[in-house]
C-alpha cells in the first residue's frame, strides 16, 4: 500500500488532488479476463472529464513518455493498473456517476480527502466501502527533505521525483532561469503512472518561490 | 503528442531492459553465492561524459556526483530506480545498462515502478490491497489491513532495517501478506528473518504488509514507536479498514486513543468492483 496515498499538504492544497486508481482483481480470474477495454474506458472517462494526467502501470503516463491518451487506450492490457488525477472533485464526481451509470464491475478507488470524497459518494448513491489511511512519516525524520519539497515529491508515491531537482527548480524559478509552469511539466514527466499532478505542482512551486 | 525520435529510443531501450531483467532474475534467483558488487546495473561510460551535472540533481537518492570532470555513480547508493536514464537527461547518452545478478536485481525490483516482481508478477512494491477489496474480501470487518512503507518518502532503506522491522513485528503473530514481494524473502515468518543474501541491498522503499484482528493494533503501533528509534531510516504507515454500515471506521477511535495523527487523506474503494465480496457483520 500504496503509492497515491501519503500525498502532504495542507487541506486547502490537497483538495486539488484527487487521484483515481483501477485495477481488476486479480484473486478473482474472471473479473480479470476481459478487463483492459473496460480499464481503458476508464480512462477515456476520466479524460473527457477533465482529469490532467493519466497513465497505465505497464504503457507510461501522457507526460512520462508523451504517450497520447488514444494510444494508451488501445492499448491496455487486462492485468494493468491505470490512473489518473483530477485537480477538482467535480470531476471524479462525473466519471463516478458515468462509471456507476455502465457498471462494468470494475474495482475503482478515490484517493484524497476523505470528508469531501465522503459526502460526495454519498450524493450520487455510492459508498465509502473501504479505507486506507495514512498514519504519516515516522521514523529518523530529520533525513526527509523540508516541507516544501516534500509536499511536491510526495505526489508521486514511487518516489520518481528527486528532491534534489525540485530545489533546483526552486532555485531556478527564484533566479528567473524557469518558470513554475515549465518546471511542473518536467517533474510531472518523471513519474511514470499518471497520478503526479502537475498543475498543483505549479501552485506549490510558486509558493516555495515566494 | 507525437513521440520524437530520442524519446523513442529511450522507452525502447527501457522496455528491453525489463525484460532483459526479469529473464535474468528467474534464471538466477537460485544461485545464492554471486557477489552484489561484481556487477552493477547502472554505469556511466566515462569516454562518453561531459561532465554537464545535468543528470546529478536528478538522482532520486543523490548518488550521482561529479569528480575529475565526470559523472559518478555511488554504487553502494544508487537503488537503480531508472530516473537518471527514463529521463533522458544525458545529452550524450553516457548511461549504461546491463542486467545486474541477484540479490542486486532486488533493488529494481523494489525502486522501479516498471520493473514487475518475478514473485508477484505486479509492477510496483506492493499488492492491490484496498484497491479491490470489494471485490476480494481481503479486509474484513474485525480486522485491518497495516503497511509499514520502510524508506518511503524518498530516503531509501537497507535490508537489514526491513528485516528489523520484520522481526519486531513477527512475535505479534502478524499475518504477512503472501502476494507482497518482501514476504518472499522472509525465511521465517516466525521470527521475520529475511534471507541472508538480501541483507547487504537497499531499495527506494520496501513495503511491508500484514492483517491483523483488530485487537492487536495497539501492540503493533507500540512496536513501531519502540522501532522508530531503532531503524536509520523513515517510514510510512497506514491502515485498511472495511468500512462498517454505519459509515464507521472502527480503527480510528483505538488510533485517536493512542494519539496516532490520522491524515486526512486517504484512499476510497467506491464499490463499484463486480463480483461484489459479501461480508458478515
Redesign the interface.
Known amino acids: ?8 499538504g495542507t ?1 486547502e492544497s ?1 483538495s486539488r ?1 484527487y487521484p483515481m ?8 480470474p ?2 480479470v479476463k476481459g478487463a483492459g477495454p473496460k480499464i481503458a474506458k476508464f480512462l477515456e472517462i476520466a479524460k473527457k472529464n477533465g482529469a490532467i494526467n493519466v497513465g497505465d ?2 504503457q ?1 503516463s ?1 507526460y ?5 491518451i488514444n494510444k494508451i487506450c488501445d492499448n491496455v492490457s487486462d ?1 494493468t ?1 491505470a490512473e489518473c488525477v483530477f485537480d477538482n472533485l467535480e470531476g471524479v464526481k462525473k466519471t ?1 456517476l458515468e ?2 451509470e455502465l ?13 469531501p ?2 459526502k460526495m ?1 454519498k450524493e450520487i448513491g ?16 530529520e ?3 523540508r516541507k516544501e519539497v ?1 509536499e511536491i ?2 505526489m508521486c ?9 525540485v ?2 527548480f526552486i532555485d531556478d524559478i527564484k533566479k528567473g532561469k524557469n518558470t513554475p509552469e515549465k518546471a511542473a511539466k518536467v517533474l510531472t ?2 513519474c ?2 499518471g497520478i503526479f499532478n502537475e498543475h498543483r505542482t505549479a501552485e506549490l512551486l510558486r509558493k516555495a518561490c515566494s | 503528442m507525437r513521440l520524437g525520435a530520442e524519446q523513442w529510443r529511450v522507452f525502447l531501450h527501457w522496455k528491453e531492459v525489463i525484460n532483459n531483467r526479469k529473464t535474468r532474475y528467474i534464471e538466477e534467483t537460485a544461485d545464492d553465492n554471486k557477489s552484489s558488487k561484481e556487477e552493477s546495473v547502472i554505469k556511466i561510460d566515462e569516454e562518453k561524459c561531459v561532465g554537464c551535472e545535468l543528470c546529478v540533481p536528478y538522482c532520486t537518492v543523490g548518488a550521482i556526483s561529479i569528480s575529475d570532470g565526470v559523472a559518478n555513480i555511488n554504487q553502494d547508493d544508487c537503488v537503480e530506480c531508472g530516473v537518471c536514464i527514463r529521463s533522458g537527461i544525458c545529452p550524450v547518452d553516457a548511461f549504461e545498462e546491463t542486467p545486474s545478478p541477484w540479490p542486486r536485481s532486488l533493488r529494481a525490483i523494489l525502486s522501479n515502478p516498471l520493473v514487475e516482481s518475478p514473485d508477484t508478477r505486479v509492477p510496483g512494491r506492493g499488492t492491490e490491497e484496498v484497491k479491490t477489496n470489494d471485490v476480494s474480501g481481503r479486509a474484513k470487518p474485525g480486522f485491518v489491513g497495516f503497511a509499514v512503507e520502510m524508506g518511503r518518502p524518498g530516503v531509501s532503506t537497507s535490508m537489514r532495517d526491513v528485516q528489523k522491522m520484520t522481526m519486531a513485528l513477527a512475535p505479534l503473530g502478524v499475518g504477512f501478506e503472501a502476494e507482497n514481494p518482501v514476504t518472499f524473502w522472509i525465511t521465517d515468518k516466525k521470527t521475520g528473518k529475511l534471507r541472508d543474501d538480501i541483507l547487504n541491498e537497499k531499495s527506494l522503499s520496501a513495503i511491508i504488509e500484514f492483517g491483523i484482528p483488530i485487537e492487536k493494533l495497539p501492540s503493533v503501533i507500540e512496536v513501531l514507536r519502540k522501532m522508530e528509534k531503532e531503524v536509520d531510516t523513515v517510514f510510512s504507515c497506514c491502515v485498511a479498514s472495511k468500512v462498517l454500515p454505519d459509515g464507521s471506521i472502527p480503527a480510528e477511535k483505538i488510533l485517536k486513543d493512542m494519539g496516532v495523527t490520522v491524515r486526512p487523506n486517504c484512499k476510497t474503494n467506491v464499490g463499484l468492483g463486480r463480483p461484489r465480496f459479501k461480508f458478515t457483520y
Open positions: 500500500m500504496t503509492h497515491t496515498l501519503h500525498r502532504q487541506v490537497l488532488d486508481v483501477t485495477v481488476a482483481c486479480h484473486a478473482v474472471e473479473s502501470m505497464k507510461g501522457i512520462f513518455d508523451n504517450l497520447d492485468t493498473i463516478l462509471l456507476k457498471d462494468m464491475g470494475l474495482p475503482m478507488v478515490v484517493s484524497g480527502l476523505l470528508e470524497v465522503s459518494l455510492l459508498e465509502v466501502h473501504t479505507v486506507a489511511q495514512s498514519l504519516g512519516v515516522w521514523g529518523k525524520t533525513l526527509l527533505p516534500l515529491t510526495t508515491g514511487h518516489h520518481m521525483v528527486s528532491p534534489r531537482l530545489e533546483k514527466k518523471q511514470c503512472c
